[in-house]
């Protein structure tokens, strides 16, 4: 369905289109943005609030900057939407986040106007730092460099290590705190105590505005006026707050907090700030989901909705006429509460993500003994060691993509102290319309190379359930659960605990010339394709590895004693991955056997719905029917059926 936009709005191609209008009309242009923004994203779904949130700000970048020249970075891109309806992308952007259209987040191979590719967030400042030292060493003296990023991304390490050095190099580099209070959830930690102090202490903002005009007419001051003020600004600023100001402790221009919604003042304050040398940054004051009463009220429920009715705000959701199979991280959410309340050592830990993990059933549950961290994966790993360093049991739930960025936690603070932190890994496999930021494809590869861990995949709820119950047995050591965004298929999966034996498959069927080998939901596809098979008149065997470290040794002999023909089919990257695990088995122990391994490719995969993104990998159903086909013997009956 293609949106009509705005009569301004609709004549808007690209930054030099909207620099014809006076400053005048920008405010009527942000209004038919954020409506523009409202009326496709209702019919085609994608993330809603944050963009929402920052269309003023982000029609003042453009209408002030000379962008591409000057660059933008936006941090993680949820709030990008405004941005690509600006720079060339207005008519294609009811093709967002859908198979073979344009991204969800900002893209180099996109457009000249994303500067840099994201997704995972903190990176911004970081990026912009090294584009402006870039630019300093080519002599481009007059290039801005902008990094826009939440109060929430700001909790990052990496983000402070960015400040940090920023902070040394005298480089042309604006940072725009865009401080709402969310990420996904409500933020928190003592960043968020600290700006909401400078944000409601009324004194200050009573100076706030005469200080930034002294400072922006500095050149009519004489030679000495830059030193003067400055002392003055920050003694001021300190005794205001009554407390010194964390951003020009680390040599920042702090300029704010101001209005992140008078798009006029915004425009007006970022050209200023470009004739200010050095690093600065500005503090705006926003609302996730302006413009939208429903999103301003509930802002995590709007982050990303689906599909609604913007007239009346009902979120659609299509309503099954039987019971269905829960998400996986709801069973994970459930299950954490039933296993807490049996083991009082039992804690949740999640960096930034309550509710996509569903953590925040325990964290209701239980509020003391389930805590979010904020967007810190690195700190989430070793604040867990340290919980299991002290004998609690910490799960530890992450986005498989997302563990990537506290690998070395893992090995160094975990993995060689053998301390029993259960890490969940939520979004497993292809993840989706996020795109190849989010999909969490490597999980495998990177976590069974890494001695002392024991390494799991759940093919349904209550092998996940199951899983959760074993890793928090005495002397469990590491161990990873992973699992993939979605659905899972017991609509009865809620029965009791067993434990389960480490290293231990499971053979669900035998067969005839070809044995399936799956780890974790795929199996699933693999039980589809296999009953279709049957009636065709080929019977493959199949076995659920459930471990990938260490594997079923005694299974794997009997599978290469059988079978000359083997198919591995796994949610995760080929090289490294479980059928790479099979060959270096098969290798070892002198079998030979035709194997072939379905998986996720060595590239990356782009967004797009996961039964689509598991077709294009080759893993899906008909991928591993067609496998079969090719090397099995067609027959009128099975003799060895299980």
Known sequence: MQVKAGPLLSKINYPADLKQYSDSDLEQISQELRQYIIDVVSVNGGHFGASLGVVELTVALHYALNTPYDKLVWDVGHQAYGHKILTGRRDLFHTNRVYGGISGFPKISESEYDTFGVGHSSTSISAALGMAVASQLKGETGR??????????????????????????????????????????????????????ITISKSYNRFRDDISHVLTGLSKLGPNAHKYVKKIEKSIKGTLLKQSNLFEALNFRYFGPVDGHDVKRLAQIIKDLSAIPGPKLLHCITVKGKGFALAEKDQTKWHAPGLFDKITGEIKKSIPDKPQPPKYQDVFGHTMVELAEANDKIVGITPAMPSGSSLNIMMKAMPKRAFDVGIAEQHAVTFSAGLAAQGLVPFCNIYSSFMQRAYDQVIHDVAIQKLNVVFCLDRAGLAGADGATHHGAYDIAYMRCIPNLVVSSPMNEEE??????????????????????????????KRPFKALEIGKGRKICDGEDVALLTIGHVGNFAVEARAELNSEGFYPAHYDLRFVKPLDEALLHEVFAKYKNVITVEDGSLPGGVGSAVLEFMADHGYHANVIRLGIPDQFIEHGEQAELWAECGYDKNAIMEAVRKVATKRTTNTMAG
């Not at 119950?469 to 002397?475: K, S, Y």
């Open 464 to 493: 996940l359930r199951n899983l959760m119950f074993t890793a928090q047995q005495e002397n469990m050591g590491p161990f990873v659960i992973r699992y993939p965004r979605g659905n899972g298929v017991m609509p009865d999966w």
């Open 144 to 197: 801005q460099h902008v990094a826009v990023i939440g109060d929430g991304a700001m909790t990052a390490g990496l983000a402070f290590e960015g400040l940090n050095h920023a902070g040394i190099e005298n480089s042309n580099v604006l940072v725009i705190l865009n401080d709402n209070c969310m990420s996904i959830d409500p933020n928190v930690g003592a960043l968020k105590e600290y700006l909401t102090s």
